[in-house]
């Protein structure tokens, strides 16, 4: 998102490995998507834990300096962390050549044999690649697992990803292309998750609840651009959060409904975004979890939030909340937080 002039603010804390790596099915880019609509199968490791780490906003330009910063803190974040799968959030690029600056941020991801997914950012289609082509970039690079764009419905990186433990799958992550830009009846402003996305998502969440004995499957959303209720959120006293509050959130104009199909399906516990370089916080409001990732990258766009680094997910075997925190580049930990369901403030002890 554009800065919004205003200063990364430090939001005050009110009251507030190991992977199965290619499981069946999953050794690579299906050149068409999977009869059940599965992109990858995650395992738990042998301890029963699985270590997910988020990057956004990279904003690599292949050739300029001003990018170096971004890869030293992916190379520094996978070393020091060592995730058993990436997801990117978008904005994976801010300009020319786009398929080799993809290429290069992401090659640490390869070179450590790391598996990994993207939800595309809206920048990603910007410079000399459209977003089908930029996708099929992605889509080649040793180690990605979304599937190829043949379902027909909108956006280039719509995806479910499963972890599965020794009673079958216990989590599930679902991946979304929140899109570019749009402009409906002249209004113009950030694009969102269409509605045939919208109906992809509850079609394929229906099954799982069925498949888990009418249980909903407790799962967490990635995808670029913030949904409204981001906005409505942060101005609701109710709402406790930790993190960094730094400018306005770029949500967009129009309400597509996602966040509203998402509660009524009960299965996701948050939704995981990246766009507002200058915002890292989680928060919890109506118990429901809006989490903003870490910026990842580097001076050739703004931010004021400094360090860059990464946000963490851990999960256990067995259990229906997860741990995230976020890592600093140079070391640091910072919001180190279990979230569960039911927790009434980001302090509560773990049950």
């Known amino acids: 998102m554009k800065n919004s002039a205003t200063a990364a603010i430090a939001g005050a804390a009110m009251a507030i490995p190991g992977v199965d790596a290619l499981a069946s099915g999953n050794s690579g880019p299906a050149d068409k998507t999977p009869a059940d609509g599965i992109a990858y199968r995650l395992k738990y490791n042998k301890d029963g834990k699985i ?20 890869l030293r803190n992916v190379i520094q974040m996978l070393d020091t962390e060592k995730p058993d799968f990436v997801i990117h959030t978008g904005d994976i690029v801010f300009g020319k050549p786009a398929e080799a600056s993809a290429r290069h941020i992401l090659q640490p991801l390869v070179d450590r ?124 006293t109710s709402r406790v959060m930790m993190g960094n509050i730094g400018e306005e959130p770029g949500a967009p104009k129009f309400n597509s409904g996602l966040y509203l199909a998402m509660r009524e399906m009960g ?50 075997e067995g259990d229906e909340g997860f741990r995230t925190w976020v890592r600093l580049y140079g070391g640091k930990v910072e919001q180190d937080l279990y979230l569960y369901p039911e927790m009434k403030n980001l302090t509560s002890p773990r049950p």
């Not at 780490?53 to 300029?64: C, K, M, P, R, S």
């Not at 928060?283 to 400094?306: A, E, H, P």
């Open 267 to 316: 299965d996701v516990q948050g939704i995981v975004t990246g766009h507002d370089h200058n915002s890292d916080y989680v928060m919890l409001w109506q118990k429901f979890f809006l989490i903003y990732g870490r910026f990842s990258g580097c001076d050739t766009v703004y931010n004021d939030l400094k360090p860059n680094g990464a946000r963490v997910f851990e999960f256990s």
């Open 113 to 236: 044999k790391i598996p990994f997914a993207v939800a595309m950012g809206n920048h990603d289609s910007d410079y000399d690649l459209t977003r089908t082509e930029m996708f099929k970039v992605l889509r080649s690079i040793p180690g990605n697992v979304n599937t190829i764009d043949d379902d027909g419905i909108s956006g280039c990186s719509n995806d479910i990803i499963t972890l599965s433990g020794k009673n079958g799958v216990d989590r599930i992550f679902y991946l979304f292309d929140s899109g570019n830009r749009d402009e409906i009846a002249g209004v113009k402003g950030w694009s969102y998750v269409k509605q045939d996305q919208i109906a992809w998502y509850k079609k394929h969440s229906r099954k799982f609840t069925e498949a888990n004995g009418g249980k909903p499957v407790p799962a967490l959303a990635f995808f670029h651009i913030p949904v409204p209720e981001y906005k409505e959120a942060i101005r609701d």
């Open 51 to 70: 270590k997910i780490l988020q990057f956004t906003d990279t904003h690599y330009i292949e050739g300029d300096e001003r990018s170096e910063r971004a």
